[in-house]
């Protein structure tokens, strides 16, 4: 493909359980950005993939949120024991370079 | 740290009137500045970037470190120009670069 694709579009879940968002990044790109943005919010950045380095979790907002890359590929992003609060779309981005980030279609997430 | 404010949740203008869509930034070192646009039903895309001075669809901003401003302006606006509009600051630590997105504004124009 020639974007990011993101799956599932939508995603709706009962409050307490765990849910697995996944991303395909633009073959190529060494970077891998996660974001969420919640009604009425900015983009709220979660992680960040960059090669082999260490991903930089500063984002994550706790430790129920957790992200894995295999390699310079797919990645997914797990949220353990579902809040409400955690209802969002969330993003995935890649980068090949340090100036453009392309963007996926989103995941909707809505925790009832 | 770092932050983006983009004070504005929505503007609404005619078509043909000018745009100024603002955004201030707090940084200590040295930024990058980006706009960032979202049209309906589109994926979020980069419209354009500081370092580049370019203009794209006629828009325009300058980069203004002694107001820590980058304010995204057009002096025309297009129906076509209705969409959501983010400001984005990278920052680097070390190796690692990351994107603050401000909380973007709605642009409306009204024919």
């Known amino acids: 493909g020639a974007g990011v694709s993101q799956s599932p579009s939508n995603k709706v879940t009962e409050k307490g359980k765990d849910v697995e968002l996944r991303c395909d990044p633009i073959?190529?790109?060494?970077?891998l950005y996660w974001y969420r943005q919640r009604l009425g919010q900015g983009l709220e950045f979660l992680i960040y993939?960059?090669?082999?380095?260490?991903?930089?979790k500063s984002g994550l907002p706790s430790d129920r949120f957790s992200a894995e890359r295999t390699g310079e590929s797919v990645s997914t992003l797990t949220i353990q024991r579902t809040q409400q609060e955690d209802s969002a779309v969330y993003l995935c981005a890649s980068s090949l370079d340090r100036y453009e980030q392309f963007f996926g279609p989103g995941t909707r997430l809505t925790v009832l | 740290a770092q932050r983006v404010t983009q004070p504005e949740k929505l503007l609404s203008v005619f078509k043909g009137a000018p745009v100024e869509l603002k955004c201030n930034y707090s940084?200590?070192?040295?930024?990058?500045l980006f706009w960032y646009v979202q049209y309906s039903r589109q994926r979020l895309q980069l419209l354009l970037r500081h370092i580049s001075r370019e203009s794209i669809k006629g828009f325009t901003a300058d980069l203004n470190k002694g107001e820590t401003s980058f304010h995204l302006k057009k002096p025309f606006a297009q129906e076509e120009d209705s969409a959501m509009y983010y400001c984005a600051l990278k920052t680097v630590t070390g190796a690692n670069s990351k994107l603050t997105f401000g909380k973007g504004i709605t642009l409306s124009v009204r024919p």
């Open positions: 940084y200590s070192g040295s930024p990058e």
């Open positions: 073959s190529g790109h060494t970077a």
């Open positions: 993939f960059q090669g082999n380095s260490a991903p930089d």
